[in-house]
């Protein structure tokens, strides 16, 4: 049974099945109308079945109140980072997007197929939707299960993973991301990307990220990336990024 509402939920027979709906209600109709008119009402139906089907982005809701990682990161800080710079990337996207072939995809499809700002824009919105849901104030301070073992087993032990990780943030230059993913071969990475970068584009798999664009602590610790970062280790949500593993 369940193997059957799997294959309905799939794009082609959703397709056939919307076809054979409208083959059905377009004999219906010329029982009751004529011809001419049944056929309007049909094409009445498919622009509202376009508009029904349009995948639109949302923009995405804190998984915690605006206060809730304070004394680590302060409530004026998610203010501006998340009401005002990635609301701005957000709406900055749905502009440039409309009316292009772009207007109906996911958000991966986007990132993987656009380039300059629709790029920049998509990605932005993406990469801190991710971090928010990389952060908890209920943080358990460690990785847990395989993901442990997978850290244990390629930095040696947990300290020194997060050792590599602070370097990778305090070297990268100017504005952008430190990731902690999965290659294509299962392998952990920790990855710097500039600006709007993402590991999907490079076929790896985001586990973890930081942001280190400057608008992510100037309000909280000024120019002291390092003090950033012994806050963001505080309040991980270890939960979610050991079940990305
Ligand atoms: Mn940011």
Redesign the pocket.
Known sequence: MNNLLYYFQTPKLRLYFEIAKIFCLNIILEYIFLKEQSLLLVVLYLETLKHNTMKTIEFMQLPYPMEALEPHIGKLTMEF?YGK??KAYFDNLHRLIKGTEFENMTLEEIITKSNGAIFNNAA?VW??NF?WNCLNPKSEKRPCGNLHSAIEKKFGNFEEFKRIFNLAAMELFGSGWVWLVKNSNEKLEILQTANAGNPICQDKTPLLVC?V?E??YYLDKQNKRADYLEEFWKIVDWQKVSARY
């Open positions: 980072h710079h990635h932005q990469n801190h971090y942001d664009w608008h992510a």
